[in-house]
C-alpha cells in the first residue's frame, strides 16, 4: 500500500530497480541492484542488493524501528529473513538453465551478537549440484563485527509454464 492506502503497482523489473535506486539515494549511496526476482516481502524490509553474480550475494538493510525486537536490535526474524535470501541468491546465481527458482530446504543459524544500524548478509555457494546447492552466509553491523552465521540447503526446481 501507498501512504494514501491505494495498492502499490509493483509490476516491471524497471519500476523496481527504480524504487531500489531512489532506496539508495535515501540510504547515502550504496551500489544496489534489483533482486534477481520480485519478492514484496523483501521491498517491504527495504532490502537492498549489493552484490549478485559467480556464487556470491550481498544483501544491506538499514534497520528501523519497524525491523525490531523489544530490546531494539534487529529481530531475529529479520536477521534470519537476510541470511536465508543471501544464499538462496548465492545459490541462484550461477544457475545458467534459465529462469527457475530454489527454496530453503534447512537451515542452521548461530546468532552471536545484537545488531542495529546498517546491516549486511554476504552469501556464498560452497557446492552446488543439479537439484541442491549448499551455502553460508552471515551478518555483519556497521562495523564490520560478526552478528551471525548460518549454513543452508536449497533445492532447485522450475517454476511450471503457467506461473512464468
Known amino acids: ?3 494514501a ?6 509490476g516491471s523489473a524497471d519500476r523496481i530497480a527504480s524504487r ?3 532506496q539508495v539515494a535515501q540510504a547515502g549511496g550504496v551500489h544496489a541492484r534489483a533482486l534477481p526476482v520480485e519478492v514484496p516481502f523483501l521491498s517491504d524490509l527495504g532490502v537492498l542488493v549489493t552484490e549478485f553474480g559467480g556464487g556470491r550475494a550481498a544483501l544491506a538493510l538499514d534497520v528501523q524501528r519497524r525491523h525490531t525486537n523489544s530490546l531494539g536490535n534487529t529481530h531475529g526474524g529479520v536477521v534470519m529473513t537476510l541470511l536465508d535470501v543471501a544464499m538462496a541468491m548465492a545459490a ?3 544457475d545458467d538453465r534459465g529462469p527457475g527458482t530454489n527454496v530453503t530446504v534447512e537451515m542452521s543459524t548461530s546468532f552471536m551478537r ?8 554476504h552469501g556464498v555457494c560452497l557446492h552446488r ?10 551478518i555483519r553491523d556497521a562495523d564490520g563485527a560478526l552478528c551471525a552465521k548460518a549454513k543452508g540447503t536449497f533445492k532447485f526446481w522450475r517454476k511450471p509454464a503457467s506461473a512464468e
Not at 5 to 10: K, Y
Open 1 to 3: 500500500m501507498d501512504p
Open 5 to 10: 492506502g491505494r495498492a502499490e503497482d509493483t
Open 20 to 22: 531500489i535506486a531512489e
Open 92 to 94: 541462484r546465481s550461477h
Open 114 to 121: 545484537a545488531s542495529s544500524g546498517r546491516v549486511t548478509a
Open 129 to 138: 549440484t543439479a537439484t541442491l546447492a549448499f551455502c553460508e552466509a552471515e
